[in-house]
């Protein structure tokens, strides 16, 4: 349990992690601890294994584990355990906004909102995850969609979704200096309106730049959904509820960023 769950990890989730809930009459079960079922969490989300195929030795079954995961994910608790993160990085110095980059992946999906034919995978269905990075590829915003949705309609609210995060010195901030995108963002309307948020873009131009030369600045976000191959359960979504998906998605992130905090 110490390996999924370190010590560091464990009191960052106890500062977000809601209370469990008291029973006035008493009895019932024994509850299993936040940090048993973490652990279990964690575990299904790196090795893809199911609910009902977690090993006994972290105690909470599968379907006790689901239920405080859908609780959990209810009370956003992975956004915020994430945003905690990004803002341990941020105090230390460790994000650099001077460049970020946006990008997506998708993967087939089997059932569940947010789906759509994805027209790489010959129209079966499928879900896109969408990421933008700092310049050393630290995940700081997070979006699913369905497969069909182009990047272009993605941009706006990934953008706004970057939290404000913590700075070293100075304010908050949540807005970077420069954002890189590829040609599916090639958008008139989304290079005046990231001017008009002080945000300098750097979208490749259809028929203007090669292919070739895109990856000079964004290799690290490609890096990045590379990494998220590490949480297996993201290879392929099985996950009924878009939540649920994000939630898988928002836990990887925030390992990835924790193993920065932690090096």
């Known amino acids: 349990m110490e390996r999924l769950v370190p010590d560091e990890l464990w009191v960052l989730f106890e500062r977000v992690v809601p209370p469990a809930p008291?029973?006035?009459?008493?009895?019932?079960?024994?509850?299993?601890?936040?940090?048993e079922v973490l652990a279990a969490i964690i575990f299904a989300a790196t090795s893809g294994c199911t609910w009902r195929q977690l090993p006994p030795s972290f105690g909470p079954s599968g379907p006790t584990a689901h239920r405080r995961f859908a609780d959990w994910s209810k009370a956003r608790v992975?956004?915020?355990?994430?945003?905690?993160?990004?803002?341990?990085?941020?105090?230390?110095?460790?994000?650099?906004?001077?460049?970020?980059?946006?990008?997506?992946?998708?993967?087939?999906?089997?059932?569940?909102?947010?789906?759509?034919?994805?027209?790489?995978?010959?129209?079966?269905?499928g879900s896109k995850i969408r990421l933008i990075t700092e310049r050393s590829g630290l995940p700081i915003s997070i979006g699913?969609?369905?497969?069909?949705?182009?990047?272009?309609?993605?941009?706006?609210?990934?953008?706004?979704?970057?939290?404000?995060i913590r700075s070293r010195r100075g304010p908050r901030r949540g807005r970077p200096a420069k954002l890189h995108a590829d040609k599916a963002y090639d958008n008139l309307h989304l290079r005046r309106w990231l001017r008009s948020r002080g945000i300098t873009h750097r979208i490749a131009r259809k028929g203007i730049e090669s292919s070739k030369r895109l990856g000079r600045h964004r290799w690290t976000i490609e890096?990045?959904?590379?990494?998220?191959?590490?949480?297996?359960?993201?290879?392929?979504?099985?996950?009924?509820?878009?939540?649920?998906?994000?939630?898988?998605?928002?836990?990887?992130?925030?390992?990835i960023c924790y193993r920065r905090l932690t090096k």
């Open 223 to 255: 890096r990045t959904m590379a990494w998220l191959g590490g949480c297996r359960r993201l290879h392929r979504r099985y996950e009924r509820k878009p939540d649920h998906f994000l939630a898988f998605t928002s836990i990887a992130c925030t390992l």
């Open 78 to 125: 992975w956004a915020k355990l994430h945003r905690l993160v990004l803002d341990e990085l941020g105090a230390c110095g460790e994000l650099d906004w001077s460049r970020c980059a946006i990008d997506s992946v998708n993967m087939r999906a089997l059932k569940g909102d947010l789906t759509g034919p994805d027209p790489v995978d010959r129209g079966k269905l």
């Open 22 to 35: 008291s029973r006035p009459q008493g009895g019932g079960r024994r509850r299993y601890g936040d940090r």
């Open 144 to 164: 699913i969609s369905g497969a069909n949705l182009h990047d272009s309609q993605a941009l706006e609210p990934m953008v706004r979704g970057i939290p404000s």
